[in-house]
Structure formats: structure tokens, C-alpha cells
């Protein structure tokens, strides 16, 4: 199993990102993706879910209504697009995945929001 993140950067209050985390070692259409996130001497903290099939989502309440995630089952990618973008979201953001009662995280992508 592989998690690949990208997107992260560099970005001033209020502008937007997109994440995306390419997987492959599983059938990915079949599994719940989420996006957590860590910041710099805190732990890591639920950021958003999609279901298998990407009707449902559920969001942590400091990022609703700012982020949203989507996943491209043919293309194996789940996204976090990320706007409104504010100083207390930069993070090192991950996705993750839980196969077979396995966890497995990508190594993360660094967000960085300053004015």
C-alpha cells in the first residue's frame, strides 16, 4: 500500500490549495479516505473523510465550510481542496487509510499559510 500526497505549499491568508493523494496496493474504491493534518508541536488531528463511494463526507469543525474532499476512484486520488486558508491551518497535512483493520499514512505534504 502507497499513499502519495502533493500539493502543499507556501500561501497567504485567505488563498486556497489543492492536496492530492495518490494510492495504489489496494482496490481504493472500496475504502473510506481521510486527510489529517499536524501542526508544529501538536498532534495529528482528523481533518476530513470521503466514503468508498464518495457520497458522504464528514469535516472536523475548525475546517467546514472552508475544505473539501473528493476522491477520483478511476484515478486512484482523493483531494482536499482548501480555501480561505488561515495561519492556524498550516500543517503537515496526510492522508490515511485503514485496510484490513491496517493503518497506513502517505508521508505528508507541508502547508504553510503566512502573511
Known amino acids: 500500500v502507497q499513499l502519495v500526497e502533493s500539493g502543499g505549499g507556501l500561501v497567504q491568508p485567505g488563498g486556497s490549495l489543492r492536496l492530492s493523494c495518490l494510492v495504489s496496493g489496494f482496490s481504493f474504491s472500496r475504502y473510506a479516505m481521510n486527510w489529517h493534518r499536524q501542526a508544529p508541536g501538536k498532534e495529528r488531528e482528523f481533518v476530513a473523510v470521503?466514503?468508498?463511494?464518495?457520497?458522504?463526507?464528514n469535516y472536523a469543525d475548525s475546517v467546514k465550510g472552508r475544505f473539501t474532499i473528493s476522491r477520483d476512484n478511476a484515478k486512484n486520488t482523493v483531494y482536499l481542496q482548501m480555501n480561505s486558508l488561515k495561519t492556524e491551518d498550516t500543517a503537515v497535512y496526510f492522508c490515511h487509510v485503514r485496510v484490513w483493520m491496517t493503518d497506513y499514512w502517505g508521508r505528508g505534504t507541508q502547508v504553510t499559510v503566512i502573511s
Open positions: 470521503i466514503s468508498s463511494a464518495g457520497g458522504s463526507t
